[in-house]
């Protein structure tokens, strides 16, 4: 059979289209699992009779599975099997402070962790053929660190969406980022924001940095006002200190082994570009496409973005014969 990736909603009819999505949404199986240590976190499988392939989808930071709603519609009608899996403290998963809205994690690893969880007890036993991956941000990160630090991953080949291979530190250079960071952190005691960072709050589209598509940005902040457990705020200090080592892990790692493509947004200001053509430029497997004036929201973006980001996403996957 010879599938297609198309976009079936424009970002003009996408709020009236709503309960079309909805529906699709609800025949998925969303359940929740426990962590090796204990947090409870959620996922959501999409599985069809006669799959293209299985794809798993690691979601970035503050996202819930949700938010891909539109974009799963689009993959699963395209013949593929999907895999979400909210990341512990944020979208269902437990939060892990007492403000739920606080940007946490003990250990970068426990993402990784959580992840490699998800795929042997989740994944493996409905995988029906290829298990490909995508990352956005830093479900990149979260991705690539499990690539990296497992021997069977069993990944035939992997995507990376403006990827978190480094943060945006400006005017600091990361290694003062890191040490006023882990400053920050010591005089705080406890887990708190990092300054500058605040609990979650609407910004509006004019001033926003994800994406240029008001009908797409206008149905993510409904999706969030509409079930507010689903809203986190901004990063602690001991998130920050956590990504940035996560992020040095990243590029002092030896090349991937698998077929990868790295999709960077042009006008991406909320990771560092630089950082990901280092990346790049140490991974022979690797294919980098930029998508010219994007920003940091790809599945987000206007209609023609979108319509870049689905043709390299087709290309990749039959270059691979998928």
């Not at 993959?75 to 512990?88: E, T």
């Not at 200001?269 to 980098?288: C, E, I």
Request: one cysteine or more; a neutral charge.
């Amino acid at each position: 059979m010879h599938w297609l990736l198309n976009a079936h909603f424009s970002e003009q009819d996408l709020l009236q289209r709503q309960p079309e999505l909805l529906q699709f949404w609800q025949q998925g199986k969303h359940q929740q699992f426990a962590a090796q240590d204990g947090v409870m976190l959620a996922c959501s499988q999409f599985i069809q009779p006669a799959a293209r392939a299985d794809l798993l989808i690691c979601p970035g930071r503050i996202e819930a599975a949700e938010k891909y709603m539109e974009s799963c519609f689009d993959l699963y009608q395209a013949g593929f099997n999907l895999h979400l899996l909210d990341h512990r403290g944020q979208g269902r998963s437990m939060r892990l402070c007492a403000d739920s809205q606080l940007g946490y994690v003990s250990h970068f690893t426990d993402y990784v962790q959580d992840l490699r969880l998800f795929i042997d007890s989740k994944v493996r036993s409905v995988a029906q053929g290829p298990l490909l991956a995508l990352g956005h941000s830093m479900g990149s990160a979260i991705l690539c660190r499990y690539l990296q630090s497992t021997a069977a991953h069993g990944i035939s080949a992997v995507v990376f969406c403006s990827p978190m291979f480094g943060l945006v530190t400006k005017p600091l250079p990361e290694p003062l980022a890191l040490t006023l960071a882990r400053l920050i952190r010591w005089w705080q005691q406890t887990p708190d924001y990092f300054p500058g960072q605040k609990p979650y709050r609407i910004i509006p589209f004019h001033e926003n940095h994800l994406c240029q598509s008001q009908g797409r940005y206008q149905w993510f902040r409904e999706l969030y006002e509409q079930d507010p457990p689903l809203k986190l705020g901004g990063v602690s200090s001991h998130w920050l200190v956590q990504a940035l080592l996560a992020c040095r892990q990243i590029q002092q790692a030896p090349p991937l082994d698998i077929p990868a493509l790295l999709l960077q947004a042009g006008a991406d200001d909320v990771v560092d570009n630089r950082a990901q053509l280092r990346f790049a430029s140490a991974q022979p497997a690797l294919q980098l496409h930029r998508i010219d004036h994007a920003r940091h929201e790809l599945f987000l973006e206007t209609d023609a973005i979108r319509l870049q980001l689905y043709q390299q996403l087709q290309l990749f996957w039959q270059q691979l014969g998928i």
